[in-house]
């Protein structure tokens, strides 16, 4: 299932080709949208271990992310746009190579969160390269979810089809 990451850390700098998140998590946040709908988490050092591993991984199709880093009085925050290369997990410092694509980090001098996508490329949202990266240890994370997917398809099969309501959350639009 495509997945989007989200590692949190208490400061993000972002100078000279070099991402650095300081006191990064040692977990990070793992979610998979629309129709599974399915959550976990996963090692931060397991996400690095993997990066280059597969035929189709992180170290030949670097992912796009956006960091956003806060102020510690809470009166703003900075966002990035970058694409992620070479991570370095030392401890709770983490380092990425990046291209910044876009935005800056100044001022940001509180918590950070980095949002890292896993499909396309940046600036092609309707790109799907990169959809089956890291299936095989998703698997353990999202077979809960299948199982309860393949049962509802099942249920779908015996009952006629209806049109789904759509309009305001928690419905989807109607077209």
Known sequence: MPSLFVLN??????KDGKLVLTGVSPNAIVFADRPVRAAGHDLTSRIVEDWGNGTDNFAKDPPNATVSGFRKDGSSVADAVVVLKSPKLDGD??????????GDLAGADGPASIFIDIIGRPFTPLSFAGVARRTAWRGAYYRGAAVAGAAALGAAAAYPYYAPRCGFYPYPPCY
């Open 93 to 102: 410092k983490l380092t990425f190579d990046v291209d910044l694509l876009e």
């Open 9 to 14: 850390s208490r400061g993000a700098s972002l």
